[in-house]
């Protein structure tokens, strides 16, 4: 505790000693960059939502149509039977052909990650666009899709009977009988595939049903009597080139049981001005297929992702017509519009339709003419007419949602739920809604309190009416209006938890529960009086109003400290003349922000000064029977038998008490005075919680039984600095008086 005193003590003293005059606090201050500056946090995005109202867009408006990744697979293990014993047993395994060609695994080329721009339209990078509202909020649909590259995981994907094998594949065999045989063997580049032992035989061209046979009859030939098992392993890789508006244009080795949307995965779908409806895949110089990624986002129908060849190359061409939905439907997004789909309806049905709250009687389309200026159109999206009203490139639909119109009243006060209920203007009574909030509590008052408010020429009229409930619950009905505001009373003075804690030497301490207007007496009598060796002069009393009072003043002479000490700052560095003026200035200037920051975290104690009798009778009519507060603290200590001196003193400690005898005996026992001290303003702290100067003229006032004798340092302020020594006098004092306080209750 001690310890924590002195270095309060010490804190305020060297904040109190003006600029450093240490060549390390150039220094430090040299290489301390931007000690008035300071940054912000970057501010994130977020996807477009829409309000109830249909006034503001914000929320999660990408489609989440589903995205897969391939993990990469280990090699095939060899086939191995521990409990062979035959003799006859090759094992064969084969590299890879080393050819570019068909070289095996996805491009080294390709990243991790693809980013797609959300831009709401694909053609207008920069400038002005009428989608500058929704920019970067709405997503194209479909670029979460393609959003992350993957990887080529196919090169170990099963295969069917019908599969056309070609060089670069792996065949796996596992034969076992009267001989063993265990090889992993690749179709070399003229097509042919060497087995061991069986020869040579023609592989390329042939189906997988087909080639088990062959490589079964292979070994039928100089074999009887054994089974025989054939696999693909590793398959061989394709070249494919993907071109026009992709992310990622370039070639990629693929296996060779990739599809269209393979490549585009791994190429990271259409670009900015890519588009999504109409993918060519281009063989021989002629396009076989035609790919609309719609099909498989929206309806999982994947009847143009056909398998790729050796060759391909994969056009993607300039993006089509754009529309966003925004608002009350289900998949907010921008979407790319094929011929039929150039409608409201059809616009709408992209977008998942209408949500359960989207209103039906109106929609907005906000629509650029001949690049000019914008406009806008409303209509009823019930109707026939408004589901085919064309749509153009670059519109904008707006969905609103169902206007209120609900009949509210709102319920207060003692009611077991209160809240807003709705109604039935001039059908529901006040009893149906006090019975639908659970019924009165029984803290409830017999009266409540009816606000309503009517419409007049002159504008809203407010009245207010007394109400019985015990006249509306029997059988008295009021009936309630659109906007009633009613309000049921508490009984009076209502305070079931009001309490108040009495601790240290006194026969039963603990919380107890008090009632309003009750004393301080009463409570130390309802804990048994004090103990035979209570020490009543050190009697703290907490109250938390009298602690948030002392806070809000601690807090508020901060602040205008910290005022004062950055003028002067300010001022010193501006009237500098030599760079050393300003780097001691500046150093200062650090110091004493830290010091600032750390007198910011004093909490105030709330404290209350009161002097207790031994006589408990004696407090009754005092001064000091003061009537009781929620959360109100008495703690009466043990006798300490010390006083304490802390401060700018030699040695600071605590002492044993000597009756009789004056302060400047215990400075003498802790050294006496630092040079840097001020005698002259030396305090005596009381245990009671009271203030003194130490002198009384000129003669040492003689100290008692749990005193702290304060010395504090010499105040050190440039002129312009007139209100700190006093706020600092004063800050100090409440740091010993923490100290103090928390001294008693931790004794």
Known sequence: MLNRIAAAALLLGLFLSGAPSHPAYAQAAAQAPGYFSGSGADSGQGDIFVNQDGSGFGGNADADTGQGSGEPQQNFPEITDQASTEPDSTTVTEKAPDDDKHKLGPSPALGTEVQTSPRL????????????NLR????????DFFARARTDSLVLAPVGPNYVVAPGDEVRINLWGYSEIRASVYVDRDGTLNLPQAGTITAAGLTF????????????????????NVTMGRLHTITVYVTGHAARPGAYAVSSMATLVDVLSQAGGPALSGSMRAIELKRGGRSIARFDAYDILLRGDRKGD????????????????????????????????????????GLIELAGGLTSGAYKGRVQVVRVVDNSYRTAFETDIASPAAKNQPIFDGDLVKLFAVPGGAFTVRLAGAVVQPGVYAIVEGVTTLADVI???????????????LTRVTVSPEGPVTTRSMVRLGDIMNGNPITLRRDDYFFVRTVPDWNIYRSATITGRVLYPGSYAVKRGERLSSLIERAGGFAQDAFLRGAVFIRESIRAEQQKNIDEM??????????????????????????????????????????????????LVISLPKDIKLIKGSAYDIELQEGDRLHIPDRPGTVQVIGSVLTPSAFVYRAGSPFTEYIKQAGGYNPTANPKRTYILKADGSTVRA?????????EEGDFV???????????????????????????????IDYVFND
């Open 710 to 740: 304060v010395v504090p340092e010499k105040l050190t302020f440039t002129p312009s600095l007139r209100n700190a020594t006093d706020i600092v006098d004063i800050l100090y004092k409440m740091v010993v008086g923490v100290a103090a």
């Open 695 to 703: 002198f009384s003229g000129n003669k040492p006032r003689t100290l």
């Open 209 to 228: 049903g087909q080639l088990e046979k062959a490589v079964e009859n292979a070994y039928r030939r100089i074999f009887t009597d054994f089974e025989i």
């Open 558 to 607: 901060v602040a205008k400290l910290e005022r004062e000490v950055m003028a002067a700052a300010n001022q010193a560095i501006s009237t500098a003349v030599k760079q050393q003026d300003v780097t001691f200035a500046q150093a200062s200037v650090t110091q004493k922000e830290k010091y600032i920051d750390t007198l910011k975290n004093l909490k105030a104690s709330g404290r």
């Open 121 to 132: 339209d694909p053609r207008e990078v920069t400038g002005s666009s009428m989608f500058n």
């Open 435 to 449: 019975k639908r909030a659970g019924g009165l509590m029984y803290t409830a008052a017999d009266e409540g309190e």
């Open 306 to 345: 056909v398998r790729l060849a050796d060759g391909d190359i994969v056009f993607i061409p300039t993006v089509g017509a754009l529309a966003a939905a925004a608002g009350n439907v289900k998949r907010p997004a921008i979407y790319e519009l094929t011929d039929k789909e150039k409608t409201v309806g």
């Open 136 to 143: 970067e909020r709405l997503r194209r649909f479909g670029s």
